[in-house]
């Protein structure tokens, strides 16, 4: 299996600009996890589903992301209108299981905002 | 407020010696504890796992331990190579009341090892 696989892995964009986050996961993985890093507050969970359904969003920092899970080998992340704020390295992860199974990262999309 | 704190930020060892990280949590309830090591430009990689009912579990040279009554982990590095050079992550885990999963993670302690 090629890993969970997340594109682009980079992306410059001006602020006020459509961002769109692909990630493709394990095949046979049941859950899919979306998560951002940045120097100054680390990792942090932004959503999650289980079977393509989204079970706990509240770590989605506002309105202006939304994410989506429309079959089993596909996901998305969108941020719009996209600030500079935003800028952060973004992960998705999937697993097996929900808790305790290892979660297996793709190697991330690195965002920049202007 | 559960938190997750890690110690030292960094470190910088020589190639071959040993060292240990550690972690101190404030989450409740407890699920598991989670050990990533995380290069430089690439997503985490996990470690270890453990559940309330382990205290240490090992995977190649990394052995990481729980003391779920102090809340204390810790990740001890044996005979360090270059290759160690990363930031390792400790994140504790817990389910809410309605049964969704919920990480908390560590800010990471960035390991150098020196030749």
């Known amino acids: 299996d090629a890993g969970v696989i997340q594109s682009p892995r980079h992306e410059v964009t001006e602020m006020g600009q459509e961002v769109t986050l692909r990630c493709k996961p394990i095949?046979?993985?049941?859950?899919l996890f979306w998560y951002r890093q940045t120097m100054m507050r680390g990792l942090e969970l932004l959503i999650y589903f289980n079977n393509n359904v989204p079970i706990d969003d509240s770590g989605m920092p506002e309105d202006r992301f939304s994410a989506k899970m429309p079959n089993a080998s596909f996901s998305t992340l969108k941020i719009q209108p996209s600030e500079p704020r935003d800028s952060a390295v973004y992960f998705c992860?999937?697993?097996?299981?929900?808790?305790?199974?290892?979660?297996?990262f793709g190697p991330g999309t690195r965002l920049l905002v202007l | 407020k559960n938190q997750v704190e890690q110690s030292p930020q960094s470190l910088i060892i020589l190639e071959g010696k040993n060292c240990t990280l550690q972690c101190n949590y404030t989450v409740s309830p407890f699920s598991n504890l989670r050990w990533y090591k995380q290069d430089t430009g690439r997503g985490p990689v996990s470690l270890t796992i453990m559940t309330f009912s382990e205290n240490t579990k090992s995977n190649g040279r990394y052995t990481a331990t729980l003391d779920a009554d102090t809340k204390q982990s810790s990740l001890h590095i044996t005979a360090s190579q270059l290759s160690d050079s990363a930031s390792y992550i400790c994140v504790v885990s817990t389910l809410s009341s309605g049964g969704s999963y919920i990480p908390t993670f560590g800010r990471g302690t960035s390991l150098i090892v020196h030749p």
């Open positions: 992860a999937s697993s097996l299981n929900r808790d305790g199974e290892t979660q297996y």
């Open positions: 095949s046979g993985h049941d859950y």
